[in-house]
């Protein structure tokens, strides 16, 4: 999604905006562009594409500079609409949706003036290009008529020393060293050894002076002082270390991330987490995308092991619905990224609404691991693939930890989790058989994935990564659900996949196998339960080690990842970076 890197200091800007983008790449894009201030000229480079084709921006002088990669919202992803974009010897990147940005548009062009773009962004420029006093006044009189989420960084001719910065509900970190100072969406494109990093909270301003340190200033102005952010400075973009795409690498470092992950609550770290999961009444578990479906699992465990209620929210809706929020709730919000808007806001209502929140990230020191009370890491090592793979093996982990510590509170046991992490390496030899189905999915029409209780989930994320990186229509479906309706779909060319792991639910769910096969459906069978095998019906089939049904998913995850990895370099996809997404969503 779209990231921002500015500079200014001692040395030549360009060269550090293209590596700081280049940092930001794995987030996906579609457009970048650079500009450099020099004397009173802005110098602005854009493209449609890769970085890679901002070239002949290395070259321009100056030692200021802004810097963008767009994900196309509002207007096509063409050069014309990438950032940055100028007005009136103003020019800025922005991240995030100006939601009155019509309205806004259309004051600015009944007073005569001209776009040059068909973003929403542009009319930040035309704001702040027509406000009076100095730079910082004018971004925040301009910031004070915008509707929507933004983190903006903004450079003027009349003031060539001076990058300003704000932020709404869109992440912006600011750096400084002795070669100067640094603005960025996230902490990897402005991390490095001896670069001291602070992050702006939401409604706030910065002020990045040439020769000065950073000054910071709250929603009125008043300047105020920051924390350092403590990071790894280290941690850059892995290398594929012989594999031919990440998704690959990272699926093959599932049983590590899993391990890394898995966590005994009752140590001292979490003694404060501890304490407020014995007096947990309801857990309410706010996620998107592959995050939502590990909280399906989390629902499932914590319902089942600690015999509280517990429900899993899709967050773009939680943060609409009006949530009602008991005392007692634990919001346990789950993301890889912790960036992701929808993810964020659903939190923060939560808090709003007297809720402890639980972040259960990836990406130490990120957006919501800040704003929550509490942190539970995953720890699967930076994933660069958009499509999640070992972030949801690493986060079930944790969440099953997090069941597993709700369940003692309460006097009760969670089957040992060890076990079942003990499994992933012999699952994943095992999930490898998938290749061999390939040519019964290529010319599929649509896919079935089946699952009941935890295999469900199994399903629903199973059938994310495929249409994800494959692009072919497919659903995850409770198996007893499909012959209320979605039975009509089936034929032929719908290859079914059926996922069995609990044996005292096998035979209902090989139930929905007969019914698929009769309807002309290729069957595949993924499962755990060798009474199931052999099956006339089954074309092929994986077989798992056992593990206690509902940690499930750890393993039967393995060779859904597979399948969708095989059938997309099949079909002639790149899996790591599949058309239209980003890996951190990072607007509504
Ligand atoms: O960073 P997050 O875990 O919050 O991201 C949530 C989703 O955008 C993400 O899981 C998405 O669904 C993945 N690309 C799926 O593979």
Avoid at 91 to 100: A, D, F, K, Q, R
Avoid at 201 to 226: H, I, M, Q
Avoid at 314 to 324: G, H, K, L, N, Q
């Amino acid at each position: 999604m779209c990231g921002i890197v500015g500079y200014v200091g001692e040395e030549r800007a360009a060269p550090i905006l293209l590596e700081g983008l280049q940092r930001l790449e794995y987030r996906g894009y579609d457009s970048a562009g650079i500009a450099v201030l020099r004397e009173g000229q802005l110098a602005v480079v854009r493209r449609k594409g890769r970085v890679k084709g901002l070239g002949a921006a290395r070259s321009l002088e100056g030692e200021i500079g802004v810097g963008h990669t767009r994900w196309a919202t509002h207007g096509a992803p063409s050069e014309r609409n990438a950032h940055p974009h100028v007005y009136g010897g103003v020019c800025i990147v922005h991240n995030g949706i100006i939601e009155n940005a019509a309205a806004l548009r259309a004051a600015c062009e009944a007073r005569g003036e001209v776009f040059s773009s068909d973003t929403d962004s542009e009319v930040i420029a035309h704001l702040i290009a027509a406000e009076k006093g100095d730079l910082l006044h004018a971004t925040y009189s301009a910031c004070r008529k915008l509707a929507g989420s933004y983190a903006v960084a903004v450079l003027s001719a009349a003031e060539p020393d001076t990058i300003v910065c704000a932020r709404r509900a869109s992440p912006l970190v600011v750096g400084c060293d002795e070669r100067g100072l640094y603005v960025a969406s996230d902490i990897p494109a402005v991390a490095a050894a001896g670069r001291k990093v602070y992050a702006l909270a939401d409604g706030e301003f910065a002020v990045l002076r040439k020769g000065s340190p950073p000054r910071f200033f709250d929603g009125a102005l008043k300047a105020v002082g920051k924390q350092e952010i403590v990071y790894d400075a280290a941690e850059d973009i892995p290398a594929k270390g012989g594999f031919r795409h990440y998704m690959k690498k990272e699926i093959s470092e599932v049983p590590e991330a899993v391990s890394r992950s898995l966590c005994d609550l009752s140590k001292g770290e979490f003694s404060d987490l501890c304490e407020v999961l014995c007096h947990t009444q309801y857990l309410h578990i706010v996620a998107c995308g592959t995050a939502y479906h590990s909280g399906l699992c989390l629902q499932y465990a914590a319902q089942k092991f600690a015999r509280i209620p517990a429900e899993a929210f899709i967050a773009s809706e939680y943060r609409y619905s009006d949530p009602i929020v008991p005392p007692g709730t634990l919001a346990v919000a789950v993301s890889q990224s912790g960036e992701t808007a929808d993810t964020l806001a659903a939190a923060a209502l939560a808090k709003e609404r007297g809720a402890k929140v639980l972040a259960v990230t990836n990406v130490p020191c990120s957006s919501l691991e800040r704003m929550s009370d509490f942190v539970l890491p995953t720890r699967a090592g930076r994933e660069i693939a958009v499509a999640a793979t070992k972030s949801f093996n690493a986060q079930l982990a944790a969440l099953y930890s997090l069941a597993g510590a709700l369940a003692r509170g309460r006097e009760r046991a969670a089957p040992p989790l060890a076990a079942a992490a003990s499994c992933v390496r012999e699952a994943l030899a095992a999930a490898e058989q998938v290749r061999g189905w390939i040519p019964y999915f290529l010319g599929a029409r649509s896919v079935f994935f089946l699952g009941r209780g935890a295999d469900y989930f199994a399903a629903l994320e199973g059938s994310l990564k495929l249409k994800e990186i494959s692009y072919l229509p497919s659903e995850g479906y409770p198996a007893g659900e499909l012959k209320h309706g979605t039975l009509a779909l089936v034929d032929g060319r719908t290859p079914v996949v059926a996922i069995v792991t609990d044996p005292a639910l096998a035979d209902k769910t090989m139930n929905a196998v007969h019914e698929v096969y009769a309807r002309g459906a290729a069957v595949f069978l993924i499962t755990s339960v060798p009474a199931c095998l052999p099956c006339a019906e089954v074309t092929a089939s994986v077989l798992l080690p056992k593990c206690a049904p509902a940690y499930s998913p750890m393993l039967t995850s393995l060779p859904l990842q597979l399948l969708a990895y095989y059938v997309a370099i099949a079909r002639g996809n790149d899996p790591d970076k599949p058309r239209n997404l980003a890996k951190s969503v990072t607007v509504e």
